[in-house]
């Protein structure tokens, strides 16, 4: 049974930082794609970011980049999101998701997260 836990969300001020984990289970991590979406209230589902199984491809919406970081340690089973600089807008669930393919910002990955809120104040 595959499980994708993220933790790491909470309540931060605009202009601080979190990090948010996913820690996978069940499958051979180092097999998948992993990334991050979020989904603000009243609005779709919304890609944030993707790294490529080995961690050689990274791909970030225009929203976050220059200020979120998608890494992953492959040893550990766990993908990160740095987020810094955070704006109100990025208020959102954020999950993580799991797909043996790479198909970077499409929302059709094969595994997802339970997700994890966050909330930027202003």
């Known amino acids: 049974q595959v499980q994708l836990v993220e933790s790491g969300g909470g309540l931060v001020q605009a202009g601080g930082s979190l990090r948010l984990s996913c820690t996978a289970s069940g499958l051979t991590f180092s097999s998948y794609a992993m990334a991050w979406f979020r989904q603000a209230p009243g609005k779709e589902r919304e890609f944030v970011a993707a790294?490529?199984?080995?961690?050689?491809?990274?791909y970030y919406a225009d929203s976050v980049k220059g200020r979120f970081t998608i890494s992953r340690d492959n040893a550990k089973n766990t993908a990160y999101l740095q987020m810094n600089s955070l704006k109100p807008e990025d208020t959102a669930v954020y999950y993580c998701?799991?797909?043996?393919?790479?198909?970077?910002?499409?929302?059709?990955?094969?595994?997802w997260g339970q997700g994890t809120q966050v909330t930027v104040s202003s």
């Open positions: 790294i490529r199984r080995n961690g050689n491809t990274i």
């Open positions: 998701a799991a797909d043996p393919l790479w198909i970077g910002g499409r929302d059709t990955y094969d595994y």
